[in-house]
Protein backbone atom coordinates (compact mmCIF):
# COMPACT_ATOMS: atom_id res chain seq x y z
CA UNK A 1 0.00 0.00 0.00
CA UNK A 2 1.25 3.45 -0.52
CA UNK A 3 1.02 6.85 0.23
CA UNK A 4 -0.81 7.78 -3.13
CA UNK A 5 -3.90 4.96 -2.54
CA UNK A 6 -4.54 6.14 0.85
CA UNK A 7 -4.77 9.99 -0.02
CA UNK A 8 -8.24 10.56 0.81
CA UNK A 9 -8.54 7.97 4.07
CA UNK A 10 -9.29 9.50 7.45
CA UNK A 11 -7.95 6.24 8.98
CA UNK A 12 -4.09 7.03 10.56
CA UNK A 13 -1.42 4.25 9.15
CA UNK A 14 -1.44 2.33 12.13
CA UNK A 15 -5.67 1.99 12.39
CA UNK A 16 -5.47 0.73 8.19
CA UNK A 17 -2.63 -2.30 9.02
CA UNK A 18 -3.63 -4.97 11.17
CA UNK A 19 -1.85 -5.38 14.36
CA UNK A 20 1.46 -7.58 14.52
CA UNK A 21 0.54 -11.48 14.58
CA UNK A 22 -2.91 -10.77 14.30
CA UNK A 23 -5.51 -13.96 14.90
CA UNK A 24 -6.19 -14.49 11.36
CA UNK A 25 -9.00 -16.61 11.83
CA UNK A 26 -12.67 -16.16 10.86
CA UNK A 27 -15.63 -16.89 12.88
CA UNK A 28 -16.08 -20.26 13.39
CA UNK A 29 -18.29 -22.88 11.40
CA UNK A 30 -21.62 -22.51 13.68
CA UNK A 31 -22.21 -18.90 13.92
CA UNK A 32 -23.29 -19.47 9.82
CA UNK A 33 -25.54 -22.44 10.66
CA UNK A 34 -27.45 -21.80 14.15
CA UNK A 35 -30.68 -20.60 14.44
CA UNK A 36 -30.56 -19.38 17.93
CA UNK A 37 -27.90 -17.05 16.95
CA UNK A 38 -29.87 -16.05 13.98
CA UNK A 39 -32.63 -14.87 16.18
CA UNK A 40 -30.20 -12.86 18.36
CA UNK A 41 -28.79 -10.90 15.01
CA UNK A 42 -32.19 -9.96 13.85
CA UNK A 43 -32.65 -8.38 17.29
CA UNK A 44 -29.08 -7.18 17.90
CA UNK A 45 -27.88 -6.48 14.28
CA UNK A 46 -31.14 -5.66 12.22
CA UNK A 47 -33.49 -4.38 14.17
CA UNK A 48 -31.19 -2.16 16.07
CA UNK A 49 -28.91 -0.28 13.57
CA UNK A 50 -29.28 1.97 10.62
CA UNK A 51 -30.74 0.66 7.86
CA UNK A 52 -30.52 2.21 4.05
CA UNK A 53 -34.62 2.34 2.72
CA UNK A 54 -34.57 3.92 -0.29
CA UNK A 55 -33.37 7.21 -1.73
CA UNK A 56 -35.17 10.34 -2.36
CA UNK A 57 -35.76 10.21 -5.54
CA UNK A 58 -37.62 6.90 -5.09
CA UNK A 59 -40.09 9.18 -4.03
CA UNK A 60 -40.76 12.02 -6.31
CA UNK A 61 -44.30 13.39 -5.84
CA UNK A 62 -46.33 13.42 -2.38
CA UNK A 63 -47.66 10.41 -2.05
CA UNK A 64 -45.00 7.85 -3.27
CA UNK A 65 -43.57 5.31 -1.33
CA UNK A 66 -41.27 2.47 -0.85
CA UNK A 67 -41.96 -0.58 1.50
CA UNK A 68 -38.45 -1.71 3.14
CA UNK A 69 -39.29 -5.36 5.24
CA UNK A 70 -36.53 -7.10 6.68
CA UNK A 71 -36.22 -9.69 9.50
CA UNK A 72 -40.20 -9.48 10.33
CA UNK A 73 -40.40 -5.23 10.72
CA UNK A 74 -42.30 -3.27 7.86
CA UNK A 75 -41.30 -0.19 6.81
CA UNK A 76 -43.14 2.34 4.91
CA UNK A 77 -41.60 5.69 3.49
CA UNK A 78 -43.56 7.91 2.13
CA UNK A 79 -43.66 11.22 0.75
CA UNK A 80 -46.47 13.82 2.45
CA UNK A 81 -48.68 16.97 0.82
CA UNK A 82 -45.85 19.24 1.83
CA UNK A 83 -43.04 17.47 0.05
CA UNK A 84 -41.56 16.07 3.18
CA UNK A 85 -40.27 12.25 3.68
CA UNK A 86 -41.77 10.12 6.77
CA UNK A 87 -40.86 6.75 8.02
CA UNK A 88 -44.14 4.45 9.37
CA UNK A 89 -44.45 0.84 9.75
CA UNK A 90 -46.77 -0.65 7.69
CA UNK A 91 -48.85 -1.47 9.87
CA UNK A 92 -52.58 -0.77 9.68
CA UNK A 93 -53.81 0.16 13.97
CA UNK A 94 -56.58 -1.66 13.72
CA UNK A 95 -55.60 -5.28 12.81
CA UNK A 96 -51.96 -5.09 11.36
CA UNK A 97 -52.83 -5.38 7.82
CA UNK A 98 -49.88 -3.80 5.02
CA UNK A 99 -51.56 -0.57 4.72
CA UNK A 100 -49.94 -0.92 1.25
CA UNK A 101 -48.78 -4.05 -0.50
CA UNK A 102 -46.67 -2.95 -3.12
CA UNK A 103 -42.42 -2.15 -3.22
CA UNK A 104 -43.48 0.76 -4.21
CA UNK A 105 -46.38 3.08 -5.42
CA UNK A 106 -48.61 6.06 -4.88
CA UNK A 107 -50.98 6.42 -2.75
CA UNK A 108 -53.44 9.23 -4.12
CA UNK A 109 -54.23 11.53 -0.99
CA UNK A 110 -54.40 8.97 1.76
CA UNK A 111 -53.65 5.81 3.03
CA UNK A 112 -56.49 3.28 2.83
CA UNK A 113 -55.82 -0.26 4.07
CA UNK A 114 -56.57 -2.82 2.00
CA UNK A 115 -57.87 -5.23 4.80
CA UNK A 116 -61.40 -3.36 6.29
CA UNK A 117 -60.49 0.54 4.57
CA UNK A 118 -59.29 2.05 7.88
CA UNK A 119 -57.74 5.59 6.04
CA UNK A 120 -54.62 7.60 7.28
CA UNK A 121 -53.41 10.85 5.86
CA UNK A 122 -49.96 10.73 4.34
CA UNK A 123 -48.32 12.63 7.58
CA UNK A 124 -49.84 9.89 9.12
CA UNK A 125 -52.57 10.56 11.24
CA UNK A 126 -56.04 8.51 11.13
CA UNK A 127 -58.24 10.40 8.80
CA UNK A 128 -61.10 7.61 9.64
CA UNK A 129 -62.34 4.03 10.41
CA UNK A 130 -64.71 2.62 7.49
CA UNK A 131 -68.13 2.26 9.20
CA UNK A 132 -66.84 4.27 12.46
CA UNK A 133 -70.33 3.94 14.22
CA UNK A 134 -69.29 0.49 15.10
CA UNK A 135 -65.92 1.64 17.27
CA UNK A 136 -65.32 4.05 19.98
CA UNK A 137 -64.32 7.37 19.31
CA UNK A 138 -60.63 7.14 17.80
CA UNK A 139 -57.60 9.86 18.55
CA UNK A 140 -56.44 10.96 15.02
CA UNK A 141 -52.71 11.08 16.34
CA UNK A 142 -52.82 8.68 19.24
CA UNK A 143 -54.52 5.89 16.16
CA UNK A 144 -52.30 7.19 13.60
CA UNK A 145 -49.15 5.17 11.96
CA UNK A 146 -46.67 4.81 14.05
CA UNK A 147 -43.07 6.39 13.30
CA UNK A 148 -40.00 4.35 12.10
CA UNK A 149 -37.10 6.37 13.20
CA UNK A 150 -35.43 7.85 9.96
CA UNK A 151 -32.50 9.99 8.51
CA UNK A 152 -31.51 11.25 5.48
CA UNK A 153 -27.84 11.57 4.41
CA UNK A 154 -26.83 12.98 1.23
CA UNK A 155 -30.58 11.85 -0.17
CA UNK A 156 -30.48 8.05 1.52
CA UNK A 157 -33.23 7.55 3.37
CA UNK A 158 -32.04 5.57 6.30
CA UNK A 159 -34.33 3.90 8.90
CA UNK A 160 -34.31 2.44 12.48
CA UNK A 161 -36.72 0.00 13.62
CA UNK A 162 -35.38 0.31 17.31
CA UNK A 163 -32.47 2.06 19.41
CA UNK A 164 -28.96 1.05 18.99
CA UNK A 165 -25.49 1.51 19.54
CA UNK A 166 -24.77 3.47 16.43
CA UNK A 167 -25.58 7.48 16.84
CA UNK A 168 -27.40 9.21 14.36
CA UNK A 169 -26.53 8.36 10.63
CA UNK A 170 -24.63 11.58 10.02
CA UNK A 171 -22.40 10.61 12.71
CA UNK A 172 -21.55 7.01 11.99
CA UNK A 173 -20.70 8.63 8.04
CA UNK A 174 -19.24 12.31 9.22
CA UNK A 175 -15.56 11.14 8.23
CA UNK A 176 -16.85 10.97 4.83
CA UNK A 177 -19.35 13.62 4.07
CA UNK A 178 -16.68 15.37 2.68
CA UNK A 179 -15.55 13.06 0.18
CA UNK A 180 -18.94 12.06 -0.85
CA UNK A 181 -20.36 15.44 -1.16
CA UNK A 182 -18.34 15.63 -4.32
CA UNK A 183 -20.87 12.98 -6.19
CA UNK A 184 -23.74 15.46 -5.20
CA UNK A 185 -25.77 12.65 -4.43
CA UNK A 186 -28.92 14.68 -3.24
CA UNK A 187 -29.00 15.20 -6.61
CA UNK A 188 -29.60 11.57 -8.07
CA UNK A 189 -32.32 10.38 -9.97
CA UNK A 190 -33.68 6.36 -9.34
CA UNK A 191 -33.59 4.77 -12.70
CA UNK A 192 -34.77 1.93 -11.81
CA UNK A 193 -37.01 0.44 -8.52
CA UNK A 194 -35.21 -0.64 -6.26
CA UNK A 195 -34.52 -4.85 -6.62
CA UNK A 196 -34.34 -7.26 -4.30
CA UNK A 197 -32.89 -10.86 -5.62
CA UNK A 198 -33.24 -13.79 -3.31
CA UNK A 199 -29.95 -15.74 -2.83
CA UNK A 200 -31.17 -19.61 -1.80
CA UNK A 201 -28.54 -21.91 0.80
CA UNK A 202 -26.73 -18.98 1.94
CA UNK A 203 -26.05 -17.47 5.17
CA UNK A 204 -25.85 -13.46 5.23
CA UNK A 205 -22.68 -13.34 6.75
CA UNK A 206 -21.20 -15.80 3.64
CA UNK A 207 -22.28 -13.07 1.81
CA UNK A 208 -20.26 -9.73 3.72
CA UNK A 209 -17.46 -11.94 4.09
CA UNK A 210 -16.75 -11.95 0.22
CA UNK A 211 -17.47 -8.47 0.29
CA UNK A 212 -15.72 -7.55 2.96
CA UNK A 213 -12.15 -8.27 1.25
CA UNK A 214 -10.45 -7.17 -2.29
CA UNK A 215 -7.66 -10.22 -2.16
CA UNK A 216 -10.14 -12.18 -4.00
CA UNK A 217 -10.13 -9.81 -7.54
CA UNK A 218 -7.36 -10.60 -9.15
CA UNK A 219 -8.43 -14.10 -9.20
CA UNK A 220 -12.41 -13.93 -9.32
CA UNK A 221 -13.31 -10.64 -11.04
CA UNK A 222 -11.89 -10.59 -14.43
CA UNK A 223 -13.72 -7.33 -15.37
CA UNK A 224 -12.80 -5.63 -11.80
CA UNK A 225 -9.35 -6.19 -12.14
CA UNK A 226 -8.46 -5.23 -15.16
CA UNK A 227 -10.21 -1.84 -14.08
CA UNK A 228 -8.65 -1.09 -10.51
CA UNK A 229 -7.12 -4.36 -9.52
CA UNK A 230 -3.09 -2.81 -9.24
CA UNK A 231 -4.15 -0.21 -6.82
CA UNK A 232 -7.95 -1.34 -5.01
CA UNK A 233 -7.60 -1.68 -1.17
CA UNK A 234 -10.06 -2.05 1.64
CA UNK A 235 -9.71 -0.54 4.38
CA UNK A 236 -11.18 -2.28 7.92
CA UNK A 237 -14.22 -1.45 9.75
CA UNK A 238 -13.31 1.32 12.08
CA UNK A 239 -16.50 2.72 14.22
CA UNK A 240 -18.90 0.65 11.91
CA UNK A 241 -17.56 2.04 8.70
CA UNK A 242 -15.29 0.50 6.25
CA UNK A 243 -13.83 2.21 2.77
CA UNK A 244 -12.61 0.61 0.02
CA UNK A 245 -10.56 2.43 -2.97
CA UNK A 246 -10.33 1.34 -6.14
CA UNK A 247 -8.02 4.00 -8.11
CA UNK A 248 -8.37 2.95 -11.99
CA UNK A 249 -5.30 1.07 -12.99
CA UNK A 250 -3.49 3.38 -15.50
CA UNK A 251 -3.57 1.08 -18.63
CA UNK A 252 -6.25 1.46 -20.84
CA UNK A 253 -7.75 -2.11 -20.13
CA UNK A 254 -7.49 -5.47 -22.04
CA UNK A 255 -11.45 -5.97 -21.71
CA UNK A 256 -13.60 -4.66 -23.91
CA UNK A 257 -16.26 -2.75 -21.59
CA UNK A 258 -13.33 -1.46 -19.60
CA UNK A 259 -11.49 -0.04 -22.19
CA UNK A 260 -14.46 1.57 -23.18
CA UNK A 261 -15.77 2.24 -19.75
CA UNK A 262 -12.35 4.69 -18.95
CA UNK A 263 -12.39 6.34 -22.80
CA UNK A 264 -16.03 7.44 -21.68
CA UNK A 265 -15.12 8.42 -18.03
CA UNK A 266 -12.27 10.74 -19.73
CA UNK A 267 -15.29 12.31 -21.82
CA UNK A 268 -17.10 13.11 -18.39
CA UNK A 269 -18.26 16.86 -18.32
CA UNK A 270 -17.35 19.33 -15.63
CA UNK A 271 -18.53 18.43 -12.38
CA UNK A 272 -18.42 15.22 -13.28
CA UNK A 273 -14.95 15.01 -14.98
CA UNK A 274 -12.90 16.38 -11.51
CA UNK A 275 -14.37 13.14 -9.33
CA UNK A 276 -11.97 10.96 -9.02
CA UNK A 277 -11.21 8.46 -11.95
CA UNK A 278 -11.97 5.28 -9.33
CA UNK A 279 -14.61 3.42 -7.11
CA UNK A 280 -15.65 4.27 -3.68
CA UNK A 281 -17.43 2.11 -1.46
CA UNK A 282 -18.46 2.63 1.91
CA UNK A 283 -19.52 -0.07 4.45
CA UNK A 284 -21.84 0.76 6.82
CA UNK A 285 -22.22 -2.22 9.56
CA UNK A 286 -23.29 -4.69 9.74
CA UNK A 287 -24.79 -5.16 5.93
CA UNK A 288 -25.23 -2.02 3.90
CA UNK A 289 -22.98 -0.53 1.05
CA UNK A 290 -22.72 2.55 -0.77
CA UNK A 291 -21.07 2.83 -4.00
CA UNK A 292 -19.70 5.81 -5.58
CA UNK A 293 -18.71 5.89 -9.26
CA UNK A 294 -18.06 8.90 -12.09
CA UNK A 295 -21.04 7.90 -13.75
CA UNK A 296 -23.54 6.54 -11.02
CA UNK A 297 -23.93 6.24 -7.13
CA UNK A 298 -25.46 2.50 -6.06
CA UNK A 299 -26.09 0.75 -2.56
CA UNK A 300 -27.05 -2.89 -1.78
CA UNK A 301 -27.48 -4.56 1.38
CA UNK A 302 -28.10 -8.24 2.57
CA UNK A 303 -31.77 -9.02 3.57
CA UNK A 304 -31.30 -12.11 5.95
CA UNK A 305 -34.62 -14.32 5.64
CA UNK A 306 -33.05 -17.11 8.00
CA UNK A 307 -29.65 -18.89 8.57
CA UNK A 308 -29.69 -19.86 5.49
CA UNK A 309 -31.57 -17.84 3.14
CA UNK A 310 -31.03 -14.30 2.26
CA UNK A 311 -31.33 -11.45 -0.54
CA UNK A 312 -29.75 -8.24 -1.87
CA UNK A 313 -31.26 -5.38 -2.75
CA UNK A 314 -30.27 -2.26 -4.23
CA UNK A 315 -30.28 0.26 -6.70
CA UNK A 316 -28.29 2.36 -8.88
CA UNK A 317 -29.25 6.02 -9.45
CA UNK A 318 -27.95 8.39 -12.23
CA UNK A 319 -26.93 12.13 -11.70
CA UNK A 320 -29.47 14.57 -12.88
CA UNK A 321 -28.11 16.02 -16.04
CA UNK A 322 -27.12 12.52 -17.91
CA UNK A 323 -25.79 13.00 -21.05
CA UNK A 324 -25.27 10.26 -23.67
CA UNK A 325 -21.62 9.84 -22.53
CA UNK A 326 -22.40 9.61 -19.30
CA UNK A 327 -25.11 7.06 -19.97
CA UNK A 328 -23.17 4.99 -21.62
CA UNK A 329 -20.67 5.14 -18.99
CA UNK A 330 -22.79 4.16 -16.73
CA UNK A 331 -24.23 1.49 -18.59
CA UNK A 332 -20.79 -0.29 -18.89
CA UNK A 333 -20.03 0.25 -15.16
CA UNK A 334 -23.53 -1.76 -14.50
CA UNK A 335 -22.30 -4.29 -16.96
CA UNK A 336 -18.82 -4.39 -15.19
CA UNK A 337 -20.56 -4.94 -11.86
CA UNK A 338 -23.20 -7.21 -12.96
CA UNK A 339 -20.12 -9.79 -14.07
CA UNK A 340 -19.10 -9.04 -10.45
CA UNK A 341 -21.60 -9.70 -8.93
CA UNK A 342 -22.19 -12.87 -10.70
CA UNK A 343 -18.75 -13.98 -9.92
CA UNK A 344 -19.09 -13.35 -5.76
CA UNK A 345 -22.58 -15.42 -6.13
CA UNK A 346 -20.80 -18.79 -6.90
CA UNK A 347 -17.82 -17.58 -4.13
CA UNK A 348 -19.92 -16.97 -1.25
CA UNK A 349 -22.44 -20.39 -2.20
CA UNK A 350 -19.17 -22.35 -1.88
CA UNK A 351 -17.95 -20.46 1.39
CA UNK A 352 -21.17 -21.47 2.91
CA UNK A 353 -21.33 -24.98 2.14
CA UNK A 354 -18.26 -25.27 3.37
CA UNK A 355 -19.17 -24.24 6.75
CA UNK A 356 -21.35 -27.95 6.30
CA UNK A 357 -18.25 -30.03 5.99
CA UNK A 358 -16.37 -32.09 8.18
CA UNK A 359 -13.40 -30.80 6.69
CA UNK A 360 -13.93 -27.22 7.53
CA UNK A 361 -11.72 -26.12 10.46
CA UNK A 362 -12.22 -22.54 10.01
CA UNK A 363 -9.70 -19.82 7.73
CA UNK A 364 -6.51 -18.50 7.52
CA UNK A 365 -7.10 -14.60 6.34
CA UNK A 366 -4.02 -12.83 4.52
CA UNK A 367 -3.04 -9.14 5.58
CA UNK A 368 -5.26 -8.32 2.34
CA UNK A 369 -8.51 -9.63 3.90
CA UNK A 370 -7.87 -7.30 7.32
CA UNK A 371 -11.82 -6.12 6.16
CA UNK A 372 -12.80 -9.53 7.50
CA UNK A 373 -11.45 -10.06 10.12
CA UNK A 374 -12.22 -6.38 11.55
CA UNK A 375 -15.73 -7.03 10.33
CA UNK A 376 -15.65 -9.92 12.47
CA UNK A 377 -14.56 -8.25 15.64
CA UNK A 378 -17.55 -6.12 15.26
CA UNK A 379 -20.01 -8.42 15.07
CA UNK A 380 -18.19 -9.79 18.24
CA UNK A 381 -18.53 -6.71 19.93
CA UNK A 382 -22.06 -6.66 19.30
CA UNK A 383 -22.98 -10.14 20.24
CA UNK A 384 -20.40 -11.53 22.17
CA UNK A 385 -21.46 -15.20 22.32
CA UNK A 386 -20.01 -15.11 18.52
CA UNK A 387 -16.52 -15.46 20.33
CA UNK A 388 -17.10 -19.37 21.55
CA UNK A 389 -15.23 -21.38 19.48
CA UNK A 390 -17.58 -24.37 19.29
CA UNK A 391 -20.78 -24.48 19.38
CA UNK A 392 -23.13 -23.84 22.36
CA UNK A 393 -25.55 -26.33 23.41
CA UNK A 394 -29.18 -26.21 22.36
CA UNK A 395 -31.42 -23.59 24.50
CA UNK A 396 -27.86 -21.69 25.71
CA UNK A 397 -27.00 -19.55 23.04
CA UNK A 398 -29.09 -16.07 24.22
CA UNK A 399 -28.18 -16.73 27.51
CA UNK A 400 -24.36 -17.10 27.25
CA UNK A 401 -24.41 -13.84 24.63
CA UNK A 402 -26.13 -11.87 27.41
CA UNK A 403 -23.78 -13.85 30.13
CA UNK A 404 -20.33 -12.11 28.22
CA UNK A 405 -22.37 -8.95 27.98
CA UNK A 406 -22.55 -8.52 31.39
CA UNK A 407 -19.03 -9.72 31.48
CA UNK A 408 -19.44 -12.77 33.63
CA UNK A 409 -18.11 -14.81 30.43
CA UNK A 410 -15.18 -14.17 28.48
S1 LIG B 1 -56.55 -4.18 9.38
FE1 LIG B 1 -56.52 -2.27 8.39
S2 LIG B 1 -58.58 -1.72 8.29
FE2 LIG B 1 -58.62 -3.58 9.36
FE1 LIG C 1 -16.16 -9.97 -5.21
Not at 50 to 77: K, M, N
Not at 177 to 193: H, W
Not at 195 to 208: F, L, V
Not at 265 to 282: F, G, K, N, T
Request: net charge negative; proline share 6%.
Amino acid sequence: MTQKHNMNSSLTEKELKPPPNWDRSGLPAWTYLNDELFELEKEELFRRHWQIACHTSDIPEPGCYVTFDIVGERALILRDNEGQIRAFHNLCRHRGSRVVDASKGRCQGAIVCPFHGWSYSLDGTLRGAAKSHTLPDLDQCEWGLKSVEMEIWQGFVFVRFKPGPQPSIAKVLERFSEEVSLYRSEQLLSVEPIECTPAENINWKAIRDVDNEGYHVARAHPALHDLYGQHYFDEPFVNGVSRSYAPFNESAGRMWSVRNYKKFVDQLESPYRELPRAWLYIGIFPNNVLGFYPDAVMFYQDMPFSVSTAAVRGAIYKHPDENRVMRLARYLSTRIDAMAVEEDRQLTLWSFEATRSSAYDGILLSDLEYGVKSYHNALREVIPVMKQKTEPLTGTVSQINSASQSGEVK
